[in-house]
């Protein structure tokens, strides 16, 4: 059977438990505590040289990193598809992912960095500010990108299941998205109703 390492709380790893839920794919969840760096002892890093997660291991093939995972997914269990099937497509679907986790999810991460584990008077408002700022502005290219379809490459996709793992921080971390983006408003309702998003939250 496929195991994920994994961590409940890590966005990258809900982005790999969406992707298999999505494909039907039974798995393995192999938590491994980040908190008590679990990620970074001799055995963990034999499987993820980096020491990070999420990584895959199916049938003693082992891979690493969200992107790459999700792409070996779809190559090996190609149905139900994820990726649009014409190259333009498949490459607005790796822009629009690469756009998720070089961007929107770093900001993210700068406001959980200043949130975890500090009492409210050691936080620096100023930094979690920006990156609130910075998110309004991303959802707004969001919007644009989103004019006339439902998903960012027209069907669902990667790319979706890529910034799905971000939306139960949106009301943690209290960021408000204008109402005027309503293509992302209609979206982002879309991809809670699927099942995935509820079956992929730990
Ligand atoms: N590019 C990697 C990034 C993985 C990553 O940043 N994982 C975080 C959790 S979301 C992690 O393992 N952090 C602990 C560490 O770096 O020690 C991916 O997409 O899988």
């Known amino acids: ?10 966005t990258n790893s809900r982005k ?7 494909k039907g794919l039974e798995f393995e969840r192999v938590p491994i505590d980040l908190g008590k760096k679990e990620q970074k002892t001799p055995e963990y890093l034999k499987i993820h040289p980096f020491g990070q997660v ?28 994820l990726m649009p099937k014409d190259s333009d497509g498949r490459a607005r679907a790796r822009l ?19 949130m975890r584990g500090k ?3 050691e936080r ?17 290219r969001l919007d644009r990108e989103l004019q006339g379809k439902e998903y960012l490459a027209g ?7 890529a910034f799905m ?19 992302v408003l209609a979206w982002i309702a879309r991809l809670k109703a699927r099942p995935s998003f509820a079956a992929s939250a730990q």
């Open 155 to 161: 069907e669902f996709s990667l790319a979706d299941i």
């Open 96 to 114: 629009m992912e690469d756009f998720r986790d070089n961007h929107f999810n770093i900001a993210f991460i700068r406001i959980f960095r200043e």
């Open 54 to 81: 999420p990584a895959l291991d199916d049938e003693g093939f082992v891979v690493y990193d969200s992107t790459v995972i999700n792409e070996y997914l779809e190559d090996e269990y190609p149905y139900p598809p």
């Open 165 to 183: 793992a971000n939306l139960d921080l949106i009301e943690k971390f209290d960021i408000q998205i204008d109402p005027k983006n309503k293509n």
């Open 16 to 22: 790999v438990r969406i992707a298999l839920i999505e």
């Open 1 to 10: 059977m496929i195991k994920l390492y994994h961590s409940p709380a890590s």
């Open 124 to 140: 620096d408002p100023k930094a979690i500010d920006a990156a609130k700022a910075e998110i309004a502005n991303y959802f707004e």
């Open 119 to 121: 009492p409210e008077n």
